[in-house]
């Protein structure tokens, strides 16, 4: 079974930094693109950032941009979300997504079960 599995949430004051980390594990061969998704209260799922495969592209919301980043560690299967200058409208639950393929050649897309971010004013 894979499955994708998120940590690093928590109570943060705004101006403040946070990272999370998002671990995988299961029969994968490969990794391909991850991301990270936000859900903030009464709200719809939104995107907050992808990285490729490689490592070497990123892409990233507007609202984020400059106080967010993505990195990966393909050796550890684990994606990380560092966050800055957070804000209190970055409150959300943060899931961890990845395109995968298994041993068995299957290809799956993968979410993580998500964990909260709360950011203080």
């Known amino acids: 079974q894979v499955q994708l599995v998120e940590s690093g949430g928590?109570?943060?004051?705004?101006?403040?930094?946070?990272?999370?980390?998002?671990?995988?594990?299961?029969?994968i061969l490969s990794i391909n693109d991850m991301g990270w998704y936000r859900q903030p209260p009464g709200k719809q799922r939104e995107?907050?950032?992808?990285?490729?495969?490689?490592?070497?592209?990123?892409?990233?919301?507007?609202?984020?941009?400059?106080?967010?980043?993505?990195?990966?560690?393909n050796?550890?299967?684990?994606?990380?979300?560092?966050?800055?200058?957070?804000?209190?409208?970055?409150t959300a639950v943060y899931y961890c997504n990845g395109q995968v393929t298994t041993t068995g050649f299957r290809h799956l897309d993968?979410?993580?079960?998500g964990t909260l971010v709360t950011v203080s004013s």
């Open 110 to 113: 993968i979410w993580g079960q």
């Open 75 to 90: 050796a550890k299967k684990q994606v990380y979300l560092q966050m800055s200058s957070l804000k209190p409208e970055d």
């Open 47 to 73: 995107l907050v950032g992808r990285i490729t495969s490689s490592g070497r592209g990123t892409n990233y919301a507007d609202s984020v941009k400059g106080r967010f980043t993505i990195s990966r560690d």
């Open 10 to 27: 928590g109570l943060v004051q705004a101006g403040g930094s946070l990272i999370l980390s998002c671990a995988a594990s299961g029969s």
